[in-house]
């Protein structure tokens, strides 16, 4: 169950209703958000819903079945909508392009991606300088410096960034620098992470686990809600199958599916999806039809030698053949 409550509740109407709730044996979740005032009421006694809905300093409530609360749909008809300033919105009907390369990796490498976005008119810019590696050897990012440099030429551009956070102690000297927060595959399930992020006022895409379920995503999602941080996305990047003709499996059902259970945008992520270059434009368009709310994808001046994930990035002249293929389906806007 939650409750919504009215701005003005006062002390008496919360213990009221928190004895009502005692009364039918659910536990009392208090959520704080930027946003509203929420009790997550968890329990499985059968109640007449008008008994507490009736309560005074109630603005809403609804009876919601599933493991997850905040982020279902059940409660939260309306899609919500990100907005990251200056014009740029991410939910319903204003489909988001989110690319730049995996690893930033040079002043000008970011100058020419810049130039890239400003001429298709992309204005969120995607990059790793934490890179999660599969090996200890592999280049993994340029830190906070890198950061600040990227930083430095978007603001300049109006570009915003997206980038992954891969620990708490990060968060704060990233804040400053950061549009969007970047949850990984692989701390899909990083609890501390996720209740950190819930307490930052700046928005999260959160990716699926490599082996993670769409619910286990929904409830990872539900940390940050419940920690007070409303402006979640969550990310279909391709999970680990028996298959290995590719990087990975892109759940394309994922993006369906997950459109009916959250209120959250939904955002495809056809680069690490499949891992293989010539497929990834094939891979974005059927994102687009399932009715995906934004498309993060790997770009870079040139891919062959990117510092990482080379294998699945788009050269430039790729990535704007798939935005023309997008704005011909009305998908993208001109
Ligand atoms: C990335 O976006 O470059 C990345 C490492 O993604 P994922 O966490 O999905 O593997
Ligand atoms: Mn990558």
Redesign the pocket.
């Known amino acids: 169950m939650i409750i919504q409550l009215e701005p003005q509740i006062n002390q008496e109407q919360l213990a009221r209703l928190e004895k009502e709730l005692t009364r039918i044996k659910y536990s009392l979740n208090p959520v704080k958000t930027q946003y509203a005032n929420y009790l997550v009421g968890v329990g499985k006694t059968k109640f007449d819903i008008r008994s507490i809905g009736t309560l005074p300093g109630i603005k809403d409530i609804h009876r919601v079945s599933d493991a997850y609360k905040l982020v279902s749909k059940k409660w939260r008809i309306d899609n919500t909508v990100i907005d990251l300033g200056d014009g740029i919105r991410i939910g319903e009907g204003s489909p988001a392009m989110m690319v730049g390369p ?2 930033i990796e040079s002043e000008e490498q970011v100058a020419l991606t810049i130039a890239h976005m400003k001429k298709n008119g992309i204005r969120i810019m ?3 300088v934490y ?3 599969s090996s200890p050897y592999s280049f993994r990012g340029l830190g906070i410096e890198g950061l600040k440099m990227w930083h430095e030429q978007t603001r300049e551009a109006g570009i915003k960034i997206i980038t ?1 956070v891969m620990m708490v102690d990060q968060i704060e000297e990233m804040y400053d620098y950061v549009d969007v927060f ?7 399930q990083n609890f501390n992470l996720l209740d950190a992020l819930g307490e930052v006022d700046r928005p999260v895409l959160l ?2 686990g ?1 082996s993670g379920t769409i619910d286990e995503l929904l409830a990872s999602a539900e940390y940050i809600f419940s920690n007070g941080n409303e402006r979640i996305m969550l ?1 279909e ?2 999970i680990r199958s028996y298959e290995t003709a590719y990087r ?1 499996t892109f759940d394309i059902n994922a993006l369906v599916m997950l459109k009916e259970k959250t209120h959250l945008p939904v955002i495809a ?1 056809p ?2 999806g499949i891992g293989v270059r010539r497929f990834v434009d094939k891979i974005a368009l059927a994102s687009a039809v399932a009715g995906a709310d934004g498309i ?1 994808m ?1 770009v870079h001046h040139e891919p062959e030698k990117a510092f ?2 080379g294998q699945q990035t788009l050269s430039f002249g790729q990535a704007e053949k798939l935005y023309q293929q997008l704005k011909r389906m009305e998908w993208l806007q001109e």
Do not use: F, L, T
């Open positions: 995996c690893s995607r990059g790793g890179k999660p590696r992954e970047q949850v990984g595959a692989r701390n899909s990716k699926r490599i990310c990047r391709g990975n992520d680069s690490h993060i790997e990482s994930d």
